[in-house]
């Protein structure tokens, strides 16, 4: 191999066990605080050239001309493509819907949309290159929200759409429409004592991510190539990347490379494609790394949702029906939209018990930019209506809010809207229990005694807006519900590879996946099951490749339960072996070995009482233990696409919020106090990972509730704020503490009782700090993020 | 055009930088030290932060030609520089720190032995440990801005309260953590330095 | 691209007298985006950063001479008593790496309505040294500002130095940004009393092509205060009178609806940051008199 800077193998070597339930600390650890981790952008081969994308400036035209020529006359460039050279029949690409072309063909529908591409021997030659290519457009007409979409002559997105959602959606410009029908909603409103309804608007939130999208493609002599790039699923990227470029899957070799955060922004194609063919054509490996501004148009972002949601209950606060209609936002192209849909919908309803229940949901396409996977994904806007809801609820009913959602709470047997039953622990009053029992956090924090006001402490910061002024607090509380894994049917399988030898006369153990390690720690826990599966205490994690079969994708807070199901599964089965091969060469030294139940610790063959059988390496000699297989969850089923109904989801994940706030009323500026979360995770295999993962996602749902949104202009579908001088996304001076509380109530189905962390924390985190706004200014504050207009008036 | 500046302790030179190149770029690309990052270039995330003549700034927003003759310490440096100043040694003097090609070497050779890929054995700062020790790297892209800071910080006081370190770490975005491990790492690394907790 | 490196400032006047297109760059915290983000390719660079002149401040009796490159950093820790409104100004610029390098020469020459220590200076009085081959003028800070990012330099001038008048009562600034922390402001307000002179002078930035004084405020305070002898009396302001100052500060606004805020909400915001800053400064007056 001749490219560096790949990660290379990743030791745990400590005599400590670093079993599962421990907070062992990750392998790559001290290759990040070097400095030393290889990222993608941190790739580099001799020789190599840059890669620059040339994008459109409109959201929708025809492209009438393209003339390459004085670009590609520059001095030290090496190629210029557009549309007309890729290679293969195949010209799109797409997670689900293969629509979105690999170089813009004949029309832009997006802002953004990559027309052409550049290479060159130093990225600012590629960038004045990429100035030179002369693109003639005509502007057409734009679609950007529901009305434009669907009125009569709206201009189609994608014409003569044959994909297996285009014959039940109502109209061409809708990607995918899933209702839900459970009960009887008009004998629910019937007994209802109170209804209210509301009308939320969820804000276009980015991943920002901070790693850029990066790779490096280096040409083969097989006519293939060796791509190294940050993503989330690298059998998903393959499945892709491969037919666009005309080569057949095992010319096109992938290697994860570090990855700078993902949160979902990568789980389509970047610049994947692009730099496999510049490297093609060049015959020299190319790099491509975007800047933050190129960034924000080079991944998908967070749907950005209209809802409409009415809920009726009893006087005694029972509810009595739900009525929603959810309608998203996907943009140009269909990325992962139809499962958003599937998930806002069959979770619309929330973690609670409501009889009767009307649902629909939707995506649409517009020129708007494109959306797909953000943590949380469809989950997160649905709770932050049905949690206003929640609120609205309680007030119309006097009641407290926190009591109100107690009493309308699912817990395991509670069925919800899909008809599906709820078979393990779902602890949703406990949890709001547990984040109201807290004591609130001290009053009046920026005081000291005959000091100034400490302003570090108060809304506005730094910025020295107030010394206490118009400062109010207010408190809020939400829950929410997310599925784990992939869900409707979905062939949500992982496949680990796992090898025992012993060497130097320590046995040591190579867990090799496709996981895409993107910082959430996979890769310490799945070291942690092979010391707990195989008691070695050294193991060592294989790069990522494709090399061994697919992971899955690093997203729907699945890897843990499925690639680390796949590795405990593996290491099960090198464990039966080495038992099988013990017994062969040992059992007539000892009765145990037939008899006694048999456990791998400590480098030793034991049994369950203790009694040392031998050790690994008397066991092995040189022998090596080598199994790759694959493991899959419980099988889903799709959901009905009139009535939503069917077992959809594999499990479910619960967390709650308490959200402290300070509100400056007269400058609408929000300081949060504290964010208190609760959380079920049925088993923490690694508690400081675990915290990490819901501090993290709690302050995701923080940044959209005061601060993060993408701005696009309506009357031009363009993004206004593609830099983190105007996407902002909360400092440390905007984060409160996060106590947590975990939970771990066990889901006899899963991998070690544990559940999917990841995405909880993200949903019920904004309608939190959205209610205890509301509770600080009195405002109802139907939007996301909240805007200091928002809360003055002005 | 040529730059000589000297880097974590060692004189070093860059040949054919174009004069719109950063600090930053120059680094990474052409110096084999990619430990700064590039997450915006725009001076709004710290990822890129290093020191310049002892200061910490945003090596993304300093033109190449601007650092010649200055000296630069970077995350490859952080546990050279520390070991400097717990032996009272003149850090910015160069007689100290990592020497380029030491730096460089884990590329250079990514077929040697697995200590080396696991960074086992390597020397870390006060600070670095802490970040490892208390969970405040996940993706670890803004890691080694953050460390920059939080060490220049530690060195000019010791001993900070919460809103301190908040305050000097407010240039530093990061994405992963919610920043609550990032701030139970300077804690614990303060306290370490301090001398009222053990390692 | 060609980068320019004078070892002095008469090198560096030569130079951009030679290249009256060249692009100083100081800091690099405004210049760098640009480039960075492929905004701005200029023929020539001309680096400030080896001119030592640039980075060091004196004192001239009744003012400060800043030079243009002096890191607010710089100017926070070391000139918080002589010039306290640009010293809190300082303190709410960006990032600590970015108050390390970027220098009030930068925010002049940028013109930025954003850039932070505009109101500050407004308020506080200062004169913008300008020099060039042909010479020196002072160019006072309300005539220096002449629309959206221009400024009343001329092509062959960089700025060597700020003269701001060195604080003779209590001062005050604030920002209003959508987040608590490294952000560009929605709006700004400074405000400087002078009691030798017995006015006070405010400075308004982000809600104006260009950053601007509140005068009818300050004329009607100044009118106000004279005639109801305040500035002798240790009594708190009226409210009415706060009040009605805090409407003619929004009422000098002249603010657009962009990503980062409401043209309503920036009149609003700079009214509410009147009458704040006021009262703060006001009152640590009465605590000064009390305290002499």
Redesign the interface.
């Given at each position: 191999m001749t490219a560096t800077g790949v990660p290379g193998h990743l030791t745990q070597g400590s005599a400590t066990r670093g079993g599962i339930g421990e907070s062992t600390l990750r392998p790559d650890g001290t290759l990040k605080v070097t400095g030393e981790f290889a990222y993608a952008s941190d790739m580099w081969h001799e020789d190599m050239l840059w890669g620059h994308t040339l994008r459109s400036p409109h959201a929708h035209a025809r492209i009438v001309s393209v003339d390459t020529g004085e670009a590609l006359a520059q001095a030290g460039v090496y190629a210029v493509l557009t549309h007309d050279d890729l290679p293969a029949e195949v010209k799109n690409y797409g997670l689900e819907i293969q629509d979105t072309p690999a170089l813009a063909h004949g029309r832009v529908r997006h802002h953004g949309e990559p027309v052409a591409l550049v290479a060159a021997d130093h990225p600012e030659t590629a960038r004045r290159a990429a100035a030179k290519i002369k693109v003639v457009y005509e502007e057409l007409p734009l679609v950007t929200d529901e009305a434009s979409a669907t009125a009569p002559g709206a201009p189609l997105l994608h014409e003569g759409r044959d994909d297996h959602h285009a014959a039940h959606t109502p109209h061409p410009n809708i990607v995918h429409r899933q209702p839900i029908v459970h009960g009887d909603v008009a004998a629910g409103r019937a007994r209802a004592d109170v209804v209210v309804t509301g009308e939320y608007v969820f804000g276009m939130q980015d991943q920002a991510f901070l790693g850029p999208e990066s790779g490096l493609a280096v040409p083969a002599e097989d006519g293939g190539v060796d791509l190294y790039v940050a993503t989330q699923w690298l059998h998903a990227d393959l499945r892709q990347i491969a037919p666009v470029l005309g080569l057949p899957e095992e010319k096109v070799r992938m290697t994860l490379s570090g990855v700078g955060g993902a949160f979902g922004g990568r789980e389509d194609l970047s610049m994947q494609i692009h730099a496999c063919l510049l490297a093609l054509r060049t015959g020299k490996p190319v790099k491509m790394v975007y800047n933050r501004f190129e960034s924000f148009f080079g991944h998908v972002h967070r749907h950005p949702a209209k809802l409409h949601y009415e809920h009726g209950a009893t006087r005694d606060g029972k509810l009595t029906h739900l009525v929603c209609r959810i309608v998203l936002d996907g943009g140009a192209y269909a990325s992962s939209s139809p499962a958003v849909v599937g998930n806002a919908a069959s979770l619309g309803a929330g973690p609670y018990v409501i009889d009767n229940v009307e649902i629909e949901t939707l995506a649409l396409y517009t020129n708007n930019p494109p959306c797909g996977a953000m943590r949380g994904f469809g989950a997160v806007q649905a709770c932050f209506a049905y949690e206003a809801q929640m609120d609205k609820l309680a007030a119309a009913l006097g009641m407290d809010p926190v009591e109100l959602r107690q009493l309308n709470a699912m817990e395991q047997g509670s069925v919800l809207p899909t008809g599906q039953s709820v078979d393990s622990p779902a602890p949703v009053a406990e949890l709001l229990r547990r984040v109201k029992a807290r004591p609130l956090p001290p009053e009046r924090q920026w005081e000291s005694a005959g000091g100034p006001a400490d302003v570090r402490a108060l809304p506005g910061g730094l910025s020295n807006t107030t010394h206490g002024e118009g400062v109010v607090r207010g408190v809020g509380y939400a829950v929410g519900i997310k599925n784990v894994g992939f869900s409707e049917g979905f062939d949500d399988y992982s496949t680990a590879r796992v090898r025992l030898q012993v060497a130097g006369g320590e046995p040591v153990a190579v867990v090799h996946t496709a996981m895409a390690e993107v910082g959430q720690g996979g890769i310490t826990v799945h070291a942690q099951i092979a010391r707990t599966e195989l008691g070695v205490s050294q193991v060592t994690i294989h790069p990522a490749d494709t090399q061994v079969g697919s992971a899955g994708s690093t997203s729907a807070s699945r890897q843990t339960y499925v690639t680390g199901g796949a590795v405990k599964h593996a290491c099960e089965a090198v464990r039966e072996k080495v038992l099988e091969r013990g017994r062969a060469k040992l059992g007539t030294y000892h009765p145990a070995w037939a008899t006694a139940e048999l456990l791998l610790e400590g480098g030793k063959v034991v049994t369950d009482g203790g009694e040392v059988l031998a050790s690994l390496a008397e066991v092995l000699g040189d022998e090596v233990v080598d199994l790759e297989l694959e493991w899959r969850h419980r099988p889903t089923e799709p959901f009905d696409l009139r009535t939503g109904q069917g077992n959809g989801h594999v499990q479910y994940s619960f967390a709650a919020h308490r959200a402290v706030v300070e509100v400056d009323t007269e400058l609408g500026l929000v300081k949060v106090v504290e964010l208190a979360c609760a959380q079920d995770v049925g088993k923490a295999l690694n508690p400081l990972s675990v915290v990490g993962q819901i501090q993290g996602g709690s302050t995701q749902g923080l940044g959209v509730a005061v601060m993060e949104e993408i701005v696009v202009d309506p009357a031009t579908a363009k993004v206004r704020n593609p830099s983190f001088t105007d996407y902002l996304i909360p400092t440390i001076l905007d984060t409160p503490t996060i106590p947590v509380d975990v939970l771990e109530l066990a889901d006899d189905h899963a991998p070690y009782g544990l559940r999917g962390v990841g995405e909880a924390p993200t949903l019920s985190s904004t309608p939190a700090v959205l209610a205890a706004i509301r509770a600080a200014t009195g405002l109802e504050l139907n939007r996301t993020p909240v805007r200091p207009e928002h809360l003055t008036g002005s | 055009?040529r730059v000589n500046f000297t880097v974590n302790g060692r004189r070093q030179e860059a040949d054919d930088v174009?004069?719109?190149?950063?600090l930053l770029y120059v680094l990474?690309?052409r110096m084999?030290?990619?430990?700064?990052?590039?997450?915006?270039?725009?001076?709004?995330?710290?990822?890129c932060?290093v020191r310049l003549d002892g200061?910490?700034?945003?090596s993304?927003?300093?033109?190449a030609?601007?650092a010649?003759d200055r000296d630069i310490v970077?995350?490859?440096g952080?546990?050279a520089l520390a070991a400097c100043r717990t032996e009272g040694g003149d850090c910015a003097s160069g007689a100290c720190g990592t020497g380029l090609d030491e730096a460089r070497q884990?590329?250079?050779d990514?077929a040697?032995g697995?200590?080396s890929?696991?960074?086992?054995g390597?020397e870390?700062s006060p600070v670095?440990?802490a970040?490892?020790?208390a969970?405040a790297?996940?993706?670890?892209?803004?890691?080694?801005g953050l460390?920059v800071?939080a060490d220049e910080m530690l060195e000019a006081n010791p001993s900070p309260s919460d809103?301190d370190?908040?305050?000097?770490?407010?240039?530093?975005?990061?994405?992963?953590?919610?920043?609550?491990?990032?701030?139970d790492a300077v804690r614990l690394a303060a306290a370490r330095q301090e001398g009222t907790v053990s390692r | 691209m060609d980068f320019l490196r004078p070892a002095g400032w008469e090198e560096a006047l030569a130079a951009k007298a030679e290249h009256p297109a060249a692009v100083p760059i100081a800091g690099g915290t405004d210049v760098m985006v640009e480039i960075n983000f492929d905004h701005r390719r200029p023929d020539h660079l001309l680096d400030l950063g080896r001119i030592e002149e640039l980075t060091a401040w004196e004192d001239l009796g009744d003012s400060v001479r800043l030079g243009a490159s002096v890191p607010y950093s710089r100017i926070m820790k070391h000139l918080r008593g002589d010039l306290p409104g640009l010293a809190l100004a300082s303190h709410t610029v960006a990032s600590p790496q970015i108050r390390n390098r970027g220098g009030v020469g930068g925010n002049l020459g940028t013109a930025s309505p954003a850039g932070d220590a505009h109101p500050a200076l407004l308020a506080a009085g200062a004169e913008i040294e300008a020099e060039s081959v042909r010479g020196t003028r002072l160019i006072p800070v309300d005539d220096f500002y002449t629309g959206v990012k221009r400024n009343a330099l001329a092509p062959d001038e960089l700025i060597r130095a700020v003269r701001i008048r060195k604080a003779d009562g209590p001062q005050q600034f604030s920002k209003v940004g959508t987040r608590n922390a490294m952000v560009i402001a929605v709006c700004a307000f400074g405000i400087a009393l002078h009691p030798e002179t017995r006015t006070v002078r405010t400075g308004i930035g982000s809600a104006a092509p260009t950053p601007i004084r509140a005068k009818a405020a300050e004329e009607f305070l100044n009118a106000a205060l004279e005639e109801g002898n305040h500035w002798e009396s240790e009594a708190p302001l009226p409210d009415s009178l706060v009040k009605q100052f805090a409407t003619l500060a929004a009422g000098a606004c002249n603010p657009i609806d962009d990503v980062r805020g409401t043209a309503a909400y920036r009149r609003h915001a700079i009214g509410v940051l009147a009458r704040r800053t006021l009262g703060w400064t006001w009152s640590a007056r009465e605590r000064s008199t009390a305290c002499a």
């Open positions: - | 055009m174009w004069e719109g190149e950063s990474r690309e084999g030290l990619p430990g700064s990052k590039n997450a915006c270039e725009q001076g709004e995330c710290g990822s932060t200061v910490p700034v945003c993304c927003l300093v033109a030609g601007q010649q970077t995350v490859e952080l546990a884990w590329r250079a990514p040697r697995t200590d890929q696991t960074g086992e390597t870390l670095q440990q970040f490892i020790d969970g790297v996940q993706c670890g892209f803004c890691t080694p460390l800071a809103a370190i908040r305050e000097a770490l407010s240039g530093n975005l990061c994405r992963c953590t919610g920043y609550e491990k990032i701030l | -």
